[in-house]
């Protein structure tokens, strides 16, 4: 990949009071409305199971701004993880960058202003928006540093990771040899949370509708599913996709209200679950709200959080991933999505995001390829 200064201002860096008329000149739309339609289709893939949703938290709270070593160490993240699960899945990975960590649920953190979601998310358009052309990361660059963190990881890991990423070195070359040049990576989408009052970030006109004026995808929370919460009639007055967190105090009568609420038309790729069980919980309560939810016929994309209930459980994290991935298998339906942490390499004895990768990777792809039984030789 080749160096180059990026900018990372905003042109804009003073801030004004929340919900005052100057907040929504201060916050002019980011993105053309298409973008986040455009990710809405690849939603729909995933959906389907033609695609492979790819998630990448930000360590940022609320309130923050990021750091724009921060921004790029997501963005590095999610080039790894898409050479590893599209050659281990066999699908398009739809990669996605969040701006800011959600609010905590206790407040403690304290709220995102809407300027300050707006300068967070300008800060990651601008990288996002650079890495194209000469600076746009490639497959085997994404794949060398995949190298490196296998060679420098402990011995049992070393030894279980190193022949995926020599069969996708293997396949780099022979792609290489047919086209003469490298393949690149797609451009992430980024992501935001809904404010309780998003009065001074108003919806953009465009194609079809309203869009967000700052983040392609907007996350709430399945308690917004109440009548008179404002995150939810925010959601729904928008066309961007919407993600929704699922967690184990989760009703299937709030999950069946928001869905009815902001997919009424019932259109692929509108809304993503994303669900925090628990590994000790997963096998419980997924499948039964997987049909619930297929009962209403909503085409969504199924995603997962391993790490937010599984957080004094190392082995959880991948257990929970598992039996995910293998649920959905068992079900018929689509584990169409993952959230990595921000945390890159760990933290607290959990494995980090390339970890939980590699394992996942690992297990589909001997799944896909299972090693064959040696003939016994004739005497």
């Known amino acids: ?35 986040a339609g455009e990710l809405r289709g690849k939603l729909a893939a995933a959906a389907r199971g033609e695609a492979f949703l790819l998630h990448a938290g930000s360590g940022t709270s609320p309130g923050a701004v990021p750091r724009a070593e921060h921004i790029t160490r997501q963005l590095t993240l999610l080039a790894q993880a898409m050479v590893v699960l599209s050659y281990a899945l066999g699908v398009p990975v739809v990669p996605v960058a969040e701006i800011h960590a959600p609010p905590a649920a206790d407040g403690g953190a304290g709220p995102a202003r809407p300027p300050d979601v707006h300068r967070a998310s300008a800060m990651a358009l601008n990288l996002v928006r650079a890495f194209s052309g000469d ?44 086209a003469g040049r490298p393949a690149v990576l797609p451009r992430p989408a980024v992501s935001r949370t809904v404010l309780a009052d998003d009065s001074a970030l108003p919806p953009a006109d465009g194609p079809g509708g309203r869009w967000d004026p700052v983040g392609h995808l907007v996350w709430l929370h ?75 016929e909503a085409e969504v994309v199924w995603a997962c959080d391993p790490w937010h209930r599984n957080r004094r459980d190392p082995a959880g994290v991948l257990a929970e991933a598992d039996a995910f991935m293998e649920l959905h298998r068992t079900l018929g339906t689509h584990a169409g999505g993952l959230h990595l942490p921000p945390h890159h390499d760990g933290a607290a004895g959990r494995p980090g995001a390339l970890d939980l990768v590699l394992a996942l990777a690992v297990t589909a792809s001997d799944r896909s390829h299972p090693p064959k039984a040696t003939a016994p030789v004739a005497e």
């Not at 497959?139 to 279980?160: D, G, K, Y």
């Not at 008179?228 to 999950?255: M, Q, S």
């Open 1 to 35: 990949m080749t160096g180059t200064e990026i900018e990372t201002g905003t042109g804009n860096e003073t801030g004004t009071e929340t919900g005052t008329g100057t907040d929504a000149v201060a916050c002019p739309p980011l993105m053309w409305p298409g973008e």
């Open 135 to 178: 600076v746009r990361p490639d497959v085997p660059w994404a794949h060398e540093l995949n190298r490196a963190f296998v060679a420098s990881s402990p011995e049992r890991e070393r030894a279980r990771y190193e022949p995926l990423t020599g069969r996708i070195g293997s396949a780099l070359s022979f792609l290489h040899a047919c």
């Open 222 to 296: 399945h308690s917004s599913a109440g009548a008179g919460c404002g995150p939810a009639a925010a959601a729904a007055r928008i066309g961007n996709p919407l993600g929704v967190v699922v967690e184990a105090d989760t009703t299937h009568d709030a999950v069946l209200t928001l869905i009815d609420r902001l997919d009424p038309e019932r259109s692929a790729g509108r809304l993503t679950f994303l669900t925090r069980f628990g590994a000790d919980r997963i096998t419980d309560l997924l499948p039964e709200l997987v049909q619930k939810v297929a009962s209403t």
